[in-house]
């Protein structure tokens, strides 16, 4: 029996504050780094699954979403458009997953493309024509596709990014899946017909796309031609001539510094937590290619961590390979191929924390790397970062939802790893890019796998000069009988530069533009039936201001609610219905119609979410774990992504014996075959208490 709190809520008003940057009145390079100088400012918010994004020199951001949307964002109109619609194959993580545009995008229109084409079994990359904002008809020229396996795992990748030398990188994926009997370690399953088990056919086969990084060179015509430095010859003879890097797990998303042409990239790796004889833990990379390279998977991970071999048939481990000249010798390669000596990651990093990289911290892992910042002293830009970010890569994290900057010496060697905006909750970075402003543009996917409410475009600027003032205020009322009198609070307002004075100004709109009141917490009396806002202008002595407004509403008082079932204490049971009935009393309308109240509810925790003895507090606790844990990466509560919905799992298991203690079992261990054939992967890291709490959550 749990006792039922009863809160009466009524909103009242919603506070917009309007930001205005004060002037710029020196010059850049001398200025001191104030981290508080840091800005994010919401560019666009309604978005579906975005994946990544182009910011053209005229300022235009353009923008794909993964169900096959091209849009473009219009600054002077802040508005999206819809370029075009694609029929994509989705499944998993295909989709419309790839975007850039051409160097020279502002007199051609060239923008590349990577999807899945509906109704085949592939990948492919082409290059459209845009004329404005719409794409020309017919213009599609396919550069590269290449076949995979859809259906056996998630890893496409999928990251197109042009070098300062006009050559095109496309990222793709190992095609293989993480499950079977590898269990998190290496993926070398030879056995007949396990190829969808097997990283041998991809990334350590040099005859194949997948798992690797292409370089290509497109021409006017629409084809494209090898470019020197690759990693094998042109003729072909000893692998695929497009390719760049091999020995990748799932290359997501990849940059290249701009003044150098060295090539960046995140690669997400396995899921074993802990080392064993099978191998070492998993660990993401952050890699670095000054030139074309293998990076060693399936046979390594992280610093060269070596696999050992393993018969699946008999589980007889032998020694792993050499480094210096791995060799493949599954099946899916004719004879035993020598490959090129693995490198080891540019930065490595396991769940559990990773003693060379202690900064980057625990938890889930899925590795971003994105472009690197140069400083422009020509650039007639108020909002470039500042030159504290001068040469440093950008990195990311879209589990662990945080961007560390990679400082760089000359010659791109790491100096040290900073935390960027670390007081700042970034929701899921995907993608990140400079624009021709010198302000950061990136893309927060939102809280999970899916479509979200809060996904949006963000810009991050470096504000200059004289900053304009914080502004809180309250009222505490704005709805009532003339006259209607407002006691007013500024209690929060400050200035970010220090010493500055704040002036203040109330008026009421509309109005005839006088000034109400200058005292900052002040009284004031409206006679004027109607709706109207009360504004609040506050200025520093430098000029620099900021305002705020709420609405208010004269001659019409806010009618007063009251619970009559249930009342504040009875009991409830979960599960059970629960009847409520209410009495809405207005001083102006005599008659409350019913279709005119609603109801909308909340489970709160009692005493600020702290009931351990409670079904409710061990639900609060298991949400908790579940969101520092990486179980929203594959799931969600109503939309179905990678494995089930967590509704689907609670309804399954409802009055089901023992399906508490099994379902938490699972979590720890893992499972193939609950669901269909994608595994979920073990969580080690929590115990079996921790593992009951997340069931509690999902089971009710």
């Known amino acids: 029996m749990y006792r039922l709190r009863v809160i009466t809520f009524f909103k009242i008003f919603t506070v917009f504050t309007s930001l205005i940057l004060g002037s710029w009145s020196f010059g850049i390079s001398s200025e001191k780094f104030d981290p508080g100088r840091l800005t994010v400012t919401t560019v666009y918010d309604q978005l579906d699954q975005p994946m990544e994004l182009e910011v053209a020199e005229d300022g235009r951001i353009f923008f794909i979403e993964l169900n096959g949307e091209f849009r473009v964002f219009l600054p002077d109109t802040e508005e999206a458009i819809l370029i075009y619609k694609f029929d994509v194959a989705r499944r998993g993580e295909v989709g419309l997953i790839g975007l850039a545009l051409d160097p020279d995008f502002a007199n051609n229109g060239w923008v590349y493309l990577q999807y899945s084409p509906i109704g085949m079994t592939s990948q492919r990359t082409s290059r459209f024509t845009m004329q404005g904002n719409k794409l020309i008809k017919g213009s599609e020229k396919i550069l590269i596709q290449f076949h995979e396996m859809f259906g056996v795992s998630a890893h496409h990748a999928g990251s197109l990014e042009f070098g300062p030398d006009g050559c095109l990188f496309i990222s793709t994926g190992d095609d293989t899946s993480p499950g079977g009997d590898s269990k998190g370690y290496a993926p070398i399953d030879d056995r007949l017909g396990k190829h969808p088990l097997s990283a041998e056919k991809s990334s350590s086969n040099p005859f194949s796309h997948n798992g690797k990084i292409l370089r290509i060179r497109p021409t006017a015509d629409g084809a494209y031609e090898i470019p020197e430095g690759n990693l094998f010859p042109r003729d072909g003879s000893k692998g695929l001539p497009e390719v760049y890097v091999m020995g990748c797990r799932n290359p997501w998303r990849i940059n290249i510094n701009q003044k150098t042409g060295t090539l960046y990239w995140g690669d997400v790796g396995p899921d074993a937590y802990n080392e064993s004889e099978l191998g070492p833990a998993g660990h993401d990379e952050i890699n670095q290619a000054k030139k074309a390279g293998n990076f060693g998977w399936p046979y390594f991970v992280g610093n060269n961590f070596a696999y050992p071999i393993r018969d699946f048939n008999t589980s007889e481990l032998s020694s792993p390979n050499n480094p210096l000249a791995p060799v493949n010798r599954s099946r899916y390669v004719e004879g035993n191929i020598t490959l090129p000596e693995a490198h080891p990651a540019f930065i490595w990093y396991r769940t559990r924390g990773t003693p060379e990289f202690q900064e980057l911290g625990t938890g889930g892992r899925t590795a971003c790397a994105g472009p690197v910042f140069h400083y422009d002293e020509s650039l007639d830009s108020k909002i470039q970062l500042h030159k504290h970010f001068d040469n440093s890569l950008f990195v990311y994290e879209w589990t662990r939802n945080w961007i560390f900057t990679a400082k760089l010496d000359e010659n791109?060697?790491?100096?040290?790893?900073?935390?960027?905006?670390?007081?700042?909750?970034?929701?899921?970075?995907?993608d990140l890019t400079f624009g021709p402003d010198g302000a950061l543009y990136l893309i927060e996917y939102g809280t999970t796998w899916g479509k979200n409410i809060d996904a949006k475009i963000v810009r991050i600027d470096y504000a200059r000069?004289?900053?304009?003032?914080?502004?809180?205020?309250?009222?505490?009322?704005?709805?009532?009988?003339?006259?209607?009198?407002?006691?007013?609070?500024?209690?929060?307002?400050?200035?970010p530069d220090e010493g500055d004075q704040l002036a203040y100004e109330w008026r009421k709109v509309p109005g005839d533009g006088s000034i109400l009141s200058t005292e900052p917490n002040p009284s004031l009396s409206f006679v004027d039936f109607g709706n109207h806002q009360i504004v609040l202008?506050?200025?520093?002595?430098?000029?620099?201001?900021s305002e705020a407004s709420l609405p208010l509403s004269v001659g019409n008082s806010p009618p007063e609610v009251t619970f009559k079932n249930p009342q504040d204490g009875d009991f409830f049971e979960f599960g059970q219905p629960l009847a409520w009935e209410i009495e809405v009393k207005d001083q102006e309308d005599t008659e409350v119609v019913s279709n005119r109240v609603s109801l909308k509810y909340e489970i709160f925790p009692q005493n600020g979410g702290i009931l351990p003895a409670t079904l409710l507090g061990k639900q609060a606790t298991g949400l908790g774990l579940m969101k520092k844990s990486d179980c929203f990466n594959c799931h969600s509560v109503d939309q179905k992504l990678v494995g089930p919905t967590f509704t689907e799992i609670a309804l399954r298991y409802a009055g089901v014996k023992k399906a508490k203690n099994e379902t938490a079992q699972r979590i720890l261990d893992g499972s193939t075959g609950v669901w269909g054939q994608i595994p979920m992967m073990p969580h080690p890291q929590h115990n079996l208490i921790e593992a009951k709490q997340m069931v509690d959550w999902i089971f009710h």
């Open 465 to 495: 000069g004289n900053r304009s003032p914080k502004i809180k205020f309250s009222a505490d009322q704005t709805a009532g009988k003339a006259p209607l009198v407002i006691n007013l609070s500024t209690k929060g307002t400050f200035d």
């Open 412 to 430: 791109e060697n790491l100096v040290k790893l900073e935390p960027f905006m670390p007081n700042h909750k970034f929701i899921r970075p995907i």
């Open 537 to 545: 202008t506050v200025r520093d002595q430098k000029g620099s201001y």
